[in-house]
T-cell receptor
Framework: EAGVVQSPRYKIIEKKQPVAFWCNPI?????LYWYRQNLGQGPELLIR????????DSQLPKDRFSAERLKGVDSTLKIQPAELGDSAVYLC???????????FGPGTRLTVL | GESVGLHLPTLSVQEGDNSIINCAYS??????FIWYKQESGKGPQFIID?????DKRQGQRVTVLLNKTVKHLSLQIAATQPGDSAVYFC???????????FGTGTRLQVTL
């Protein structure tokens, strides 16, 4: 069974440009998470979806970040405009309904110049 | 706020020795804990989990110990191999909210 898929793996952009990340969770996993991981630190939750509903977006900087999961499967995380401090690895994870273990994708490493 | 932390940022062990990675948590309401392994350029990989109604759980070459009295979690790796070199994170979860709080991580270096 395929794991969590993310693309692109790497992205380099100039500040003030927009950027988008895509995630395909493990088949059958209805819960999807986006995390941000700064260098040398643990992942920090940005948003959590239960199917297509965002049930926890309290840590998402809503002035520039947005996310969607229109059909309850794939998800996109967008930043517009990007700032230098947004450089980090953006991780997507998924879990099966009723289970707490989360499985992570490889992440997208974003560099903002 | 309450958080999960690690005592040692870097741990160096010889191949074949046992490794012990420690983690302190401060939220006494946390009832579920996970250890993840993260290799360079990869996402965190699930290793083992434990619920608060247990004090020990074993997997293949790994054992997690939970001491709720002192709010301490440890990961023991038997016969450490070069492939075990990575950063290890503990994470805690409270209730059914499915929100994991991660610590900073411990880098495990395996020397030959």
């Amino acid at each position: 069974e395929a794991g969590v898929v993310q693309s692109p793996r790497y992205k380099i952009i100039e500040k003030k440009q927009p950027v988008a990340f895509w995630c395909n969770p493990i088949s059958g996993h209805n819960t999807l998470y986006w995390y941000r991981q700064n260098l040398g630190q643990g992942p920090e939750l940005l948003i959590r979806y239960e199917n297509e509903e965002a049930v926890d977006d309290s840590q998402l900087p809503k002035d520039r970040f947005s996310a969607e999961r229109l059909k309850g499967v794939d998800s996109t995380l967008k930043i517009q405009p990007a700032e230098l401090g947004d450089s980090a690895v953006y991780l997507c994870a998924s879990s099966q309904g009723g289970r707490r273990e989360q499985f992570f994708g490889p992440g997208t490493r974003l560099t903002v110049l | 706020g309450e958080s999960v932390g690690l005592h040692l940022p870097t741990l160096s062990v010889q191949e074949g020795d046992n490794s012990i990675i420690n983690c302190a948590y401060s939220n006494s309401a946390s009832d579920y804990f996970i250890w993840y392994k993260q290799e360079s350029g990869k996402g965190p990989q699930f290793i083992i989990d434990i619920r608060s109604n247990m004090d020990k759980r074993q997997g293949q070459r790994v054992t997690v110990l939970l001491n709720k009295t002192v709010k301490h979690l440890s990961l023991q790796i038997a016969a450490t191999q070069p492939g075990d070199s990575a950063v290890y994170f503990c994470a805690e979860n409270t209730g059914t909210a499915s929100k994991l709080t991660f610590g900073t991580g411990t880098r495990l270096q395996v020397t030959l």
